[in-house]
C-alpha cells in the first residue's frame, strides 16, 4: 500500500488544478501529523493522500464495494478509507428546483448519512458546509461540520486542519506519555521502584532484561503520582487519560467507554456488581466466561441458566438457540422474580455471533437490560463485512455497541485480538442505556428509581455508581504503557481497521480454499462453520435468525482424535501455538498482528497430515457432557460460595450443594457451580477430564494425593443459606425433602 484514500461526495467537482491542490495540501498536512504522532526509527514519508471525487451516491458505493463479489467485500481504495468528505448540498438536475441537503440523499433506499453510518461507523465524516444554506442534519457524533473554504483553501486554513487530524487520529494518551517521557521526566523519587529501568541496567545480572525489553518500556512505566497524566481512579478529571477514553468511546460508537488494566473479567464483575441487587434474577448463558459466574455470587444475584446446547461431533458448545432466548424472556415471572438482565457472550470461542439487533429489541420490550460480553471481537464494528440485512430489509450490525439496536452494555477483551498489551480490555456504555433514563415506560421504573438523583432517574448517577465500584477493582497502581496501548488500538483500527479485517478476511478465504484443494475434503468439511457447530438438524433455524460464523475463527477438524493429537504435537514442533483443541478440532485465531506468512507454516504442517483432515467419523463425546451441564442453582449462589464448607472427595458427592466451581478443559466452561446440586454425570465429567488429561485440566480441583475433592456446603450449614424456588428432581436432596 503506498496511498490512503478521502472519499470526496462533490456537489460542485473541483478542477483538475483545485483537486491537485486539495490532495497535495492533505498530503503534506497528514504526513507532518504522522511524522509527529506516531514516530518511528524509519520515518513515515508516506502515504500521500489520494482524493477520490464522486459525483453521486451510487458512485460511492461502487467505488467503496467490489461489485462481482458478495456485499462488504471492498475495492482497493475501500479498504484504504481513512476519511469522508461530504458536501452539504446538491443542486437537482432543473435548476428551479431547491437544493438537495446531503441528509435527503438516497442509497440502496437508505438514507446516505444512516448508510455510511451502518457500513462506516468509524471513519469519520466531515460536511463541508456553505454560508447561508440550511443546516445539514446528522448524527451527533463521528461527523464534523466544517466550512467548505477549509479544504477548498487548503493552505491558509493549516492550523485549522491540522487540529482537525489531531482530534481524529491522535492517540492522547500516548502523545501525553511518551511527551512526558521523552520531555519532561527527570529524577524519580516516586514507585515503580525499578526507577524508569535504573533497577535493571545498574544490576550487574539484569542489564540484558532491560536492553531485550527496550528502554521505554521502563520510563513509561509510571505512577499515578504524574498526575498530569491522569488516574483510573479519577476518571472525571480533565487529563490525557480522561481524553483518550473519550477519543475511545467516539471510536467505538459508546456513550462512554472504561479502560481496564486486568481483562474483561474484572469488567464483568463490576458491571454486575453496579447493576444487580442481591436476590434480582439474571439470564445466563450457561457457558459463559466463569468471571460472569463469579460475578452473580459477588452481586448476591439469583441465576437462571439459559439451556446450553454441545455438538458431541466436534467437542464444542454452540449458542443459545433464539428459540430459547425467546422462551425464557417471555416466560410469566412474580414482580420479584423479574429478571433484570440477559447476558451472551458474542462471538463464541468458536466465533459464532448472535443477532443482536433482535434480543435487544426483544430485551426492551420485557424490560431487561442486554448484557453482551464481546471479549472475542472487538473488531466487528470496523467493517462492513460484519452487517447483514433482516427480513423486514433493514441493514444491521453484528457489534453489540450500535446505535439504537444494540446492547446496553458491551466488555471487550482488547488484547485478544487487537494490538494492546494483555489485561487490556474495555468497558462500552451504549447511548441506548442512556436514553433508558428518558423512558417513561414502566418497565424502566427499577433502572430510573436505582440511578436517581433527588428523585428522578439520571444516567450520571450511573457512572458515578459505575466508576465506584470500578475503584473496587481497579488497581491503585495501573500499568501506564498498557492503557497507551488500549489508546492506541482504537486509533489504528479507525486509521486501518477496514484493511487490516479485509487482508484477514481474503487470506482466510483463500487459506481454506487451498487447504479444501489440497486434502480433497468439502472446505465446511475441512473448517466447520455455522451449521457444523450448530447441527444440521437446527441449522436452518440458526441461519434463519441471523447468526453469523466469523471467518476469523478458523475450527480446524480431524477425522478422528488419534490424528488431532498427533497434528497437535507437529504443531509444536514446528512451534506453531494454537489458541484452544478439542479431541477432534483446533482453533486458530486470526488477528490483527496475524501475519500473512503465518498461514503458510500452518499450510506445510496440514499438508503432512492431510488424509486426516476432515469432519469426526465418531462423536467425540457422548450425551453425558450436555447432561453434565444442566439444570438450575437450588441455594443462593452467594451462600454457597461463601459459607465455610467441607471438602468431600469428588467420587461423594453426589446429591451435595456445589460451593465452588470445578472448570474442565475440555469442554471449558464451569460444571460446577456455587449453588448447584451436584449430579452423577457432573462428577463423572471431572473424573473423566481429571484422569485423561491430568488434574490441571479441572480449575479448582483440589488434589490430596491420588484423590480428587471438591467443596461442598456442610449439612449443617444448609438451614442457614437461602434456597431458591426450583423443580422437584433439583429439590430432592434439599432439607426440606430429606425431612
Not at 497535495?24 to 502515504?47: H, K, Q, Y
Not at 441487587?277 to 437462571?304: F, Q, Y
Not at 466487528?380 to 460484519?386: G, I, K, M, T
Request: aromatic share 10%.
Amino acid at each position: 500500500m503506498n496511498f490512503l484514500t478521502v472519499f470526496h461526495l462533490q456537489a460542485v467537482p473541483f478542477s483538475a488544478d483545485s483537486h491537485q491542490k486539495l490532495t497535495n495540501g492533505l498530503s503534506d498536512i497528514f504526513r507532518a501529523f504522522c511524522s509527529e504522532t506516531f514516530p518511528s526509527e524509519e520515518p513515515i514519508d508516506w502515504p500521500p493522500l489520494k482524493i477520490i471525487p464522486v459525483k453521486s451516491p451510487g458512485e460511492l458505493r461502487d467505488k467503496l464495494f467490489l461489485a462481482d463479489r458478495k456485499d462488504g467485500i471492498l475495492t482497493d481504495e475501500g479498504e484504504n478509507c481513512i476519511l469522508f468528505l461530504l458536501d452539504d448540498a446538491f443542486k437537482p438536475p432543473c435548476q428551479d428546483e431547491q437544493a438537495v441537503p446531503l441528509h435527503a440523499l438516497m442509497i440502496d433506499n437508505i438514507q446516505l448519512t444512516q448508510w455510511l453510518y451502518t457500513f462506516f461507523p468509524a471513519i469519520p465524516k466531515i460536511v463541508l458546509t456553505t454560508p447561508g444554506s440550511e443546516r445539514v442534519r446528522v448524527p451527533s457524533r463521528r461527523w464534523v461540520l466544517k466550512p467548505r473554504v477549509v479544504f477548498s483553501s487548503a493552505d491558509t486554513h493549516l492550523p485549522r486542519i491540522r487540529h482537525l487530524f489531531r482530534a481524529l487520529w491522535e492517540p492522547r494518551f500516548w502523545h501525553a506519555l511518551r511527551h512526558y517521557v521523552m520531555d519532561q521526566a527527570g529524577t524519580s523519587w516516586h514507585t515503580p521502584g525499578h526507577n524508569a529501568g535504573h533497577a535493571f541496567s545498574r544490576s550487574l545480572f539484569l542489564k540484558g532484561f532491560r536492553h531485550e525489553y527496550g528502554s521505554m518500556t521502563f520510563r513509561a512505566d509510571l505512577s499515578v503520582s504524574v498526575h498530569s497524566l491522569g488516574d483510573l481512579s479519577k476518571p472525571e478529571s480533565r487529563t490525557s487519560l480522561a481524553d483518550a477514553q473519550r477519543l475511545t468511546s467516539e471510536i467505538f460508537g459508546s456513550a462512554q467507554s472504561c479502560y481496564i488494566t486486568n481483562g474483561s473479567t474484572t469488567a464483568n464483575k463490576a458491571m454486575l456488581m453496579t447493576l444487580l441487587r442481591p436476590g434480582e434474577t439474571v439470564l445466563l448463558d450457561r457457558n459463559c466466561h466463569k468471571s460472569v459466574h463469579h460475578a452473580v455470587v459477588m452481586a448476591g444475584a439469583v441465576p437462571n441458566y439459559l439451556p446450553a446446547r454441545f455438538n458431541t461431533e466436534l467437542g464444542i458448545w454452540g449458542p443459545v438457540a433464539m428459540s430459547d432466548i425467546r422462551r425464557t424472556l417471555a416466560a410469566s415471572y412474580a414482580d420479584h422474580n423479574k429478571p433484570r438482565m440477559l447476558i451472551l457472550t458474542t462471538c463464541t470461542y468458536e466465533g459464532i455471533l448472535y443477532p443482536v439487533w433482535e434480543i435487544a429489541r426483544l430485551c426492551e420490550r420485557h424490560g431487561m437490560l442486554f448484557y453482551a460480553d464481546e471479549a472475542w471481537a472487538p473488531y466487528l464494528s470496523f467493517h462492513p463485512f460484519y452487517t447483514t440485512t433482516t427480513a423486514n430489509g433493514k441493514r444491521v450490525r453484528y457489534n453489540a455497541i450500535h446505535e439504537t439496536t444494540s446492547a446496553h452494555f458491551a466488555v471487550q477483551s482488547t488484547h485478544k485480538t487487537l494490538a494492546a498489551f494483555s489485561q487490556a480490555s474495555m468497558i462500552h456504555v451504549s447511548f441506548r442505556f442512556k436514553q433508558l433514563f428518558e423512558s417513561e415506560a414502566a418497565d424502566w421504573l427499577w433502572l430510573r428509581e436505582r440511578f436517581a438523583i433527588n428523585g428522578h432517574g439520571a444516567y450520571d448517577k450511573f457512572t458515578h455508581d459505575l466508576h465506584e465500584v470500578l475503584r473496587y477493582w481497579h488497581s491503585t497502581s495501573p500499568h501506564y504503557p498498557m492503557m497507551a496501548t488500549l489508546d492506541c488500538a482504537g486509533v489504528q483500527m479507525r486509521l486501518e481497521g477496514l484493511r487490516l479485517i479485509e487482508e484477514r478476511l481474503r487470506w482466510v478465504q483463500l487459506f481454506k480454499q487451498r487447504v479444501s484443494q489440497a486434502c480433497g475434503v468439502p472446505e465446511n468439511e475441512c473448517f466447520p462453520g455455522l451449521r457444523e457447530m450448530v447441527g444440521q438438524a437446527a441449522a436452518d433455524e440458526y441461519a434463519y435468525e441471523g447468526y453469523l460464523h466469523d471467518p476469523l475463527k478458523m475450527l480446524l477438524s480431524f477425522k478422528n482424535p488419534e490424528a488431532c493429537q498427533k497434528f497437535k504435537k507437529l504443531l509444536r514442533s514446528n512451534k506453531i501455538q494454537w489458541e484452544k483443541s478439542t479431541p477432534v478440532t483446533v482453533l486458530f485465531l486470526v488477528t490483527m498482528g496475524t501475519v500473512e506468512e503465518h498461514f503458510m507454516y500452518l499450510y506445510r504442517a496440514i499438508m503432512q497430515m492431510k488424509d486426516c483432515v476432515g469432519l469426526p467419523e465418531r462423536a467425540a463425546f457422548g450425551a453425558e457432557v450436555a447432561n453434565a451441564v444442566k439444570g438450575q442453582a437450588v441455594a443462593l449462589p452467594r451462600d454457597a460460595a461463601l459459607c465455610d464448607g467441607e471438602l468431600l472427595e469428588l467420587s461423594l458427592t453426589e446429591g451435595r450443594v456445589c460451593s465452588q466451581l470445578l472448570v474442565p478443559y475440555p469442554p471449558g466452561i464451569p460444571v460446577f457451580l456455587p449453588g448447584l446440586m451436584i449430579t452423577r454425570p457432573m462428577i463423572e465429567l471431572v473424573q473423566n477430564v481429571a484422569d485423561s488429561e491430568g488434574p490441571d485440566a479441572v480449575h479448582g480441583l483440589f488434589v490430596r494425593g491420588q484423590r480428587y475433592y471438591v467443596e461442598v456446603v456442610r449439612h449443617d450449614e444448609e438451614d442457614k443459606i437461602q434456597w431458591l424456588p426450583r423443580s422437584d428432581c433439583d429439590r430432592q436432596h434439599t432439607p426440606e425433602m430429606r425431612k
